[in-house]
């Protein structure tokens, strides 16, 4: 079955960078665009952008733009993101989701940043 | 950037009442329209796509309607199940996802 699995919980202090990645399973990698979505404790969902797997291509969404970077392994069928300088409002859970449908979610992973 | 207005923010409903959720877009997303459920601790699950498609698995009380900058998520009878936040999302420009509704017991 489709299946998407996201690397562990991460702590941070501000400043630093996370990588987050999300392993697909199940259907051919190359195939569906890969999509990010963050919610912070208690809030709603916010989208971050996508990579397409097959050609590497990327778009951001404006409020993330020179400090995320979305990247692929295709050996591994692995895509992941990187957030850069981060910032005590980015302790959020990050989600990878497949296709312009975001159908199926990775479990997501939460991501503190703390001094 | 499309924004998507969610109401009510909450809804307080009985278990085998009808729920009506609304999403209203702030310029025409066409059908582009996706709803989602989730609860404590789980990731968002689709339940509707492109408007009025179920996705698969999904039970039929669910159902979607609407185009343009309106659209309406029923579910006919609930169930205890179902009692969770409720997001729509666009994708016709980029995409945004609404604040959600949260559809709770009464």
């Known amino acids: 079955q489709v299946q998407l699995v996201q690397s562990g919980a991460e702590v941070k202090k501000p400043g630093a960078s996370v990588k987050v990645s999300c392993k697909a399973s199940g259907y051919t990698f190359t195939g569906y665009y890969m999509h990010w979505v963050r919610q912070a404790p208690g809030q709603g969902l916010e989208w971050m952008g996508r990579i397409n797997p097959n050609s590497g291509g990327t778009n951001y969404a404006q409020k993330f733009q020179g400090r995320v970077t979305m990247t692929r392994d295709t050996s591994i069928s692995t895509a992941y993101m990187e957030l850069s300088r981060l910032r005590s409002d980015d302790t959020a859970v990050y989600y990878c989701?497949?296709?312009?449908?975001?159908?199926?979610w990775g479990q997501g992973t939460l991501v503190t940043v703390s001094s | 950037e499309i924004v998507l207005t969610q109401s009510p923010a909450t809804l307080s409903l009985s278990p085998g009442e009808r729920a009506t959720l609304s999403c209203r877009a702030s310029?025409?997303?066409?059908?582009?329209l996706a709803w989602y459920q989730q609860k404590p601790g789980q990731a968002p699950r689709l339940l509707i796509y492109?408007?009025?498609n179920r996705a698969t698995g999904i039970p039929a009380r669910f159902s979607g309607s609407g185009s343009g900058t309106d659209f309406t998520l029923t579910i006919s009878s609930l169930e205890p199940e179902d009692f969770a936040v409720y997001y729509c999302q666009q994708r016709s420009n980029s995409i945004t996802f609404g604040q959600g509704t949260r559809l709770e017991i009464k």
């Open positions: 989701a497949r296709d312009q449908q975001l159908v199926p």
């Open positions: 310029q025409s997303v066409s059908s582009y």
């Open positions: 492109d408007a009025s």
